[in-house]
């Protein structure tokens, strides 16, 4: 079946921006998401964006839709400690969620 | 406060019992879903069930039985446990485009 594709890890330092990537397969879903999950927690939506939107600003959050390639990335600017979390994308028209992408930052 | 409740948060089962995974949401939302986490594996739906009184298998069925009690009401079966299924499991629900609700999570451990 088709699922989103998602890199595994990656450290950044607090202050820092980070930039997690994620490559989805359906192009009909209307919503993509982004979730968080802090340790020993379920997911939590972070962030959604329109299908028919490129880019979505949500305070330190910025969501980047290329339709074209189907990727999608979420920028944390000014990355505190709190963000470290595992993150997820997923699409509305799919139940498949990613492998996620950890975030650890150092302080 | 609004959102989907799981019980139990933990449990641990000899090999071979059983034991239902309880899931309630009271949002009004049509969809429930259950999904197991494993390391480096991320989610995987289990079951789901679309509108109260329908249920369809997911990604990974084999082990598992569930119930649509009601619109709020969403039970996951083990009738035969196996140490495979140890897991993280999640309930979740959605009723429109913006995402799904999760529960905090049932941590199930087969000895």
């Known amino acids: 079946g088709e699922d989103v594709e998602q890199s595994l890890f990656l450290s950044v330092r607090e202050g820092d921006s980070s930039v997690i990537n994620c490559t989805y397969t359906?192009?009909?879903?209307?919503?993509l998401y982004w979730y968080k999950q802090e340790p020993g927690a379920g997911l939590q939506l972070l962030t959604y964006?329109?299908?028919?939107?490129d880019m979505k600003q949500d305070q330190r959050l910025t969501v980047l839709l290329n339709k074209k390639d189907k990727h999608l990335s979420l920028r944390i600017a000014d990355t505190q400690t709190g963000d470290s979390a595992i993150y997820f994308c997923a699409e509305s028209n799919r139940l498949a969620f990613g492998k996620g992408n950890q975030v650890v930052v150092i302080p | 406060n609004a959102g989907v409740t799981q019980t139990p948060k933990f449990q641990v089962l000899k090999t071979g019992q059983s034991m239902t995974l309880q899931c309630a949401q009271d949002m009004n939302h049509n969809s429930m879903y259950w999904y197991r986490q494993d390391p480096g594996m991320g989610l995987r739906l289990i079951y789901y069930?679309?509108?109260?009184?329908?249920?369809d298998k997911g990604e990974v069925p084999n082990g598992y039985n569930v119930s649509r009690l009601n619109k709020r009401e969403f039970s996951l079966r083990l009738e035969s446990a196996a140490p495979s299924q140890t897991s993280v499991y999640f309930c979740?629900?959605?009723?429109?485009?913006?995402?799904?609700?999760f529960g905090s999570g049932t941590r199930l451990t087969v000895v």
């Open positions: 359906d192009s009909s879903s209307t919503y």
């Open positions: 964006i329109f299908s028919n939107m």
């Open positions: 069930s679309a509108s109260e009184g329908t249920t």
């Open positions: 979740a629900s959605s009723g429109d485009n913006y995402g799904y609700t």
